[in-house]
Structure formats: structure tokens, C-alpha cells
């Protein structure tokens, strides 16, 4: 028998599941339904419906604010802190039931969307029929591993409450009519029994598609949703745990069979190392001759190292003299150009002491030349003679040239040439004819 026909062979069943909710819970399943909040076990598509079951739409209004909403307008009185204000009916079937292939596992993909449809009509009207206008809202949600309905459902009964008898009326023996009131009573409605006929009711609806009742009495449980997402969790950190531990493996072996390739080229390696040592070991006296003759040009290289060193340090000294001569030359230079200016200022002063001692001469020949010819007496022109004598005595001690000023004179005058240079500024090199 094929994979397949024994998977539809297999027993499919119809499943709904109910659950108190008090006033806390209101606001976390609404969000849960609707949503709001993230829900680990979606695909995160949000592949849901709200569906409408009235001509006055809330399926989107808040779950908390409607029954609010509905038990004002029915006049909801006697509540209490652990009253149940809304019962959650869960409605589904075996995941195998929406597949379009039976031998493999549910998907969107593999989903019949048109039994859904029809799966989803079905539950719905039975719903309708068994709740009336206590049903307050309905989801649809596909977007985790099984479609399923989430129907919420108002716990409200009509029931007689009498007023509470003082002493006078209980010993009088007065009866009190009672009074017709709406009271949130989920004990009264759910019991074993109700919820026994429930599935029944439920299993004749949904046995156009082939589904049957679960088994009476069973002793399976109904896995909640924290401890499934425990489980979830802990599933996975176990695969997560397998997984690394296949892959330590796999690294293992692969390091492992690296460590033999490295060993055997490790082998390989040392026999080529030991056929070298071989060889060295024979070149081993030509190398000690080599030691030798590289000991003796050390020695050689260490003398000439030292020699090299001491003709460093003799042009270190030749250096620093030659900076001290250049040093002294441009000394020498600035003395040299003061005195070329003073040699010139020299030179021009001496032509001019020369030029006066000319005209000096002149006029003294011309006064005594005067003196003769205007006949003066001759004691006054004795006394005049001896004075002019002493006058050019005097005058010629002044006048009469020393040994710098005849050096002077001829540098100024060289070999007869007015010359502003002085002879050792003069070129005289032999010019070519």
C-alpha cells in the first residue's frame, strides 16, 4: 500500500477545546488573536480573519470593550473578582484534514483553501445555532501550523434572585417573590455533561467531511501554551545542541584528516631534511677551510676598517682647518676692501699736499721777485730773507715725503700710469698678442 493511502486511511478528527477567561485574561487573549503582539509559533504572515457575525460588526472591536459593552446593555448585576466574563471555544480539526496531499505535511502550499472554506461555513453556523446572541466574536487563523477558530462566548444566564428575608419575615413566615436578573454564571453552563454534548453536537456537524468524534474518556491532555513553547524551546536548543555537536564532529574529522596530510608531508619533509644533513655533513671540511680563510680576512677587513677610520678622522681635521682658512680668508677680504678705500682717500690727499706745495713755491719766488722791485731797504730785506728761509725750512719738514707716503705715491702713480688700484689688486698676467 502506497505512502499515501495509508495516510488517508488514518483516522481524521474534529477537535474543540474551551477555556475560562476571567477579566485579565480578556485584554492578553484579544491581543493574542488579533495580533497585536508578537506570537512565536506564527510564521509572522498574519494570516488572519475577522469574522463578522452580525449586521452590527465587532469583530474588531476590543474583546474587553465589548463585554463591557454588552453586559451594560443587558444589565449585568452580582459581579464578582473571580467571575468568568468570557468562555474561548477553540475549534479545529487533524492538520492532515486541510492538506491536498495526504502524505505530506500541512503548508500553504499544500493547503485545500476550498474545504477550508466550507470546514469554516460549517463551524460557524453550528456556533450561531449554539450560542444565539451570546457569541461575541470569531477569528479565523492560518498563519500557524493548523487552522483553527477562536470564538469567544458571554456566560450570561437569566435567573429568578430573591431578596434575603429579615427575622420578623422568616418567623412571620413571609415569602418574597423573587426577581428576574442576568448573572455571569460559567459554572452553570459548563459542566462535564454540557461539555460531553458539546463534542457530540459538534461531531454530527462536522461529519459531512469525514471527521469523527475523539475518543470518549481519553486520557490525553490538552498541552497549554506556555508549557508548548517551553517545549518549543527546548526542542530547539536540543537540535541546536545536535547540530553543533554533528558539526564538532565534522570539524573533528576534518581536522583530523588534515592532520594526517600534514603528518605524512611532515614525514616527507624529514627525509628530505635528512638527506640534507647528509649531504652537509660531507661539505663539512670545506667549510672549516672556508671558516679559516673568512677568520683571516676579518683580521684583514679589521686592520683596513681602522686605517679607514683614522683617514676619517685625519679629513675631519683637515675640514674643520679649511673652515678656519676660509674663515680667516673672508677676514682678510673685508680688511683688504678697507684698506683699498683708504689707500685712495691716501692718494688723493698727497696730490693735493703736492699741488699746494707747488703754488706754495710760486707765490714765495713772486714775493721775493715783489720785494727786489719795489726796492725796500736793505736791512728790512735781509730781515725778510732770513724769515722766508726759516718759513721753507719749516715748510719743508712738513712737505718731505716718509717711506709710507713714497709707497703710496708710487702705488698710485705705478710705472708712471694714474692706476686707482692698487698693485696687488692689479692683473698682471701676460696677455696674449
Known amino acids: 500500500m502506497s505512502e499515501s493511502n495509508k495516510s488517508s486511511d488514518k483516522k481524521q478528527f474534529c477537535i474543540v477545546r474551551c477555556k475560562k477567561l476571567k ?79 495526504k502524505s505530506i505535511d500541512l503548508s500553504p502550499r499544500n493547503m485545500n483553501k476550498i474545504l477550508l472554506r466550507q470546514w469554516l461555513d460549517v463551524a460557524i453556523k453550528w456556533l450561531k445555532k449554539k450560542f444565539g446572541d451570546k457569541l461575541l466574536q470569531i477569528q479565523l487563523h492560518y498563519d500557524e501550523s493548523t487552522p483553527h477558530i477562536h470564538a469567544f462566548v458571554l456566560p450570561i444566564i437569566s435567573k429568578i434572585i430573591k431578596n434575603r428575608r429579615t427575622r420578623t419575615e422568616i418567623r412571620a413566615g413571609v415569602v418574597l417573590k423573587g426577581e428576574m436578573k442576568n448573572r455571569l454564571c460559567a459554572k452553570e453552563i459548563v459542566s462535564k455533561e454540557w461539555l460531553y454534548n458539546l463534542h457530540d453536537e459538534h461531531a454530527r456537524e462536522m461529519k459531512i467531511f ?135 682717500e691716501f692718494a688723493k690727499l698727497f696730490a693735493a699736499v703736492e699741488d699746494f706745495q707747488s703754488r706754495f713755491d710760486d707765490e714765495l719766488s713772486g714775493f721775493e721777485t715783489y720785494l727786489n722791485a719795489i726796492g725796500v731797504p736793505p736791512a728790512a730785506k735781509q730781515k725778510l730773507s732770513e724769515l722766508i728761509t726759516e718759513f721753507k725750512e719749516k715748510t719743508s719738514q712738513i712737505f718731505t715725503p716718509t717711506k709710507a707716503t713714497t709707497t703710496i705715491k708710487k702705488s698710485h702713480s705705478y710705472n708712471g700710469i694714474n692706476n686707482t688700484n692698487p698693485p696687488h689688486q692689479q692683473d698682471n698676467r701676460i696677455k696674449p698678442k
Open 210 to 344: 469525514g471527521l469523527s468524534r475523539p475518543k470518549l474518556h481519553s486520557q490525553a491532555t490538552h498541552q497549554s501554551l506556555k508549557a508548548y513553547y517551553s517545549l518549543v524551546k527546548e526542542t530547539g536548543a536540543a537540535e541546536l545542541k545536535l547540530e553543533e555537536t554533528l558539526h564538532g564532529i565534522g570539524r573533528a574529522t576534518n581536522k583530523k584528516n588534515s592532520i594526517t596530510k600534514e603528518l605524512t608531508e611532515l614525514q616527507n619533509k624529514q627525509a628530505k631534511v635528512d638527506s640534507e644533513i647528509q649531504a652537509f655533513r660531507s661539505k663539512i671540511p670545506k667549510i672549516k677551510e672556508v671558516q679559516k680563510l673568512h677568520h683571516t680576512r676579518a683580521s684583514e677587513i679589521k686592520k683596513m676598517k681602522q686605517s679607514v677610520d683614522n683617514l676619517s678622522a685625519s679629513i675631519g681635521m683637515l675640514s674643520s682647518q679649511k673652515e678656519q682658512l676660509e674663515n680667516e680668508v673672508k677676514e682678510n677680504q673685508n680688511d683688504l676692501k678697507i684698506y683699498s678705500s683708504k689707500h685712495l
Open 23 to 101: 477579566k485579565s485574561d480578556l485584554h492578553k487573549a484579544n491581543k493574542h488573536n488579533k495580533r497585536l503582539i508578537n506570537v512565536p509559533n506564527a510564521d509572522g504572515t498574519n494570516h488572519i480573519e475577522c469574522i463578522k457575525i452580525s449586521e452590527d460588526d465587532y469583530s474588531l472591536v476590543p474583546l474587553e470593550k465589548l463585554v463591557k459593552n454588552i453586559m451594560q446593555k443587558k444589565q449585568v448585576t452580582g459581579l464578582r473578582a473571580d467571575s468568568v466574563y468570557a468562555i474561548e471555544f477553540i475549534i479545529t480539526a487533524t492538520p492532515t484534514f486541510f492538506s491536498l496531499d
